[in-house]
């Protein structure tokens, strides 16, 4: 069985030009860039025979992939796809006293101590542990779906890939992500593979 997943993250919102920290509790749309770049990929992958498209329960994942919801793709929205909960910094420009907060926590994380989180947010294993069934359910309940669509946000998209990888949390940083950046990933049924590593070509 193959399995192919196209997993994206979400195109650009004023948030994150404006630097202001979203995670799962800021539900902000995409601005006029990121429209473009939802039109750009609807582009470059409409003749992809996708049987489904799964998205956050956040309208940006949502916008992001609207061409093929209104070409009539079937479509499900799963909070096992939200961004993580950055807890009280959500909402909020980032400064330098919260960058040290922040990058001690990923430092943490590149430690091990995934269990770690902000004030009120979730940790890594957080994450991780509500993506789980997820991944069952696309590898396991639907054996008809062997090409799908996924579109998420950045840190909970490391923590997918991980998972999807068998690589340790700690090492979520390996995967770089920009807006509407592209992850190929195959399943073979037995191990997963990446046939594209943040591939933005479609943008150009």
Excluded at 36 to 57: D, I, W
Excluded at 83 to 111: F, K, M, N, V
Aim: charged content about 20%.
């Amino acid at each position: 069985m193959l399995k192919k997943i196209y997993l994206i993250r979400h195109g650009q919102t004023y948030f994150n030009v404006r630097g202001i920290v979203q995670g799962s509790g800021v539900d902000a749309p995409l601005n006029d860039v990121g429209h473009q770049q939802a039109a750009q990929f609807h582009a470059a992958y409409a003749h992809t025979p996708f049987q489904r498209v799964y998205m956050s329960t956040l309208m940006r994942t949502h916008q992001s992939v609207q061409p093929f919801l209104d070409a009539g793709l079937p479509s499900e929205q799963h909070r096992a796809l939200d961004e993580i909960s950055w807890g009280h910094r959500e909402g909020t420009r980032i400064t330098p006293e919260e960058d040290i907060e922040y990058h001690g926590l990923l430092r943490a994380w590149q430690h091990g101590d995934t269990h770690l989180g902000l004030p009120g947010g979730e940790s890594a294993d957080d994450v991780a542990a509500r993506q789980r069934p997820f991944i069952d359910e696309i590898l396991r309940g639907r054996p008809d779906e062997d090409t799908i669509l996924v579109c998420m946000h950045g840190r909970a998209m490391r923590v997918l890939l991980c998972q999807l990888l068998n690589y340790p949390l700690s090492a979520m940083d390996l995967f770089e992500h920009r807006n509407l950046c592209l992850y190929r990933v195959h399943y073979t049924g037995s191990m997963f593979s990446v046939r594209s590593f943040l591939d933005t070509g479609h943008l150009c």
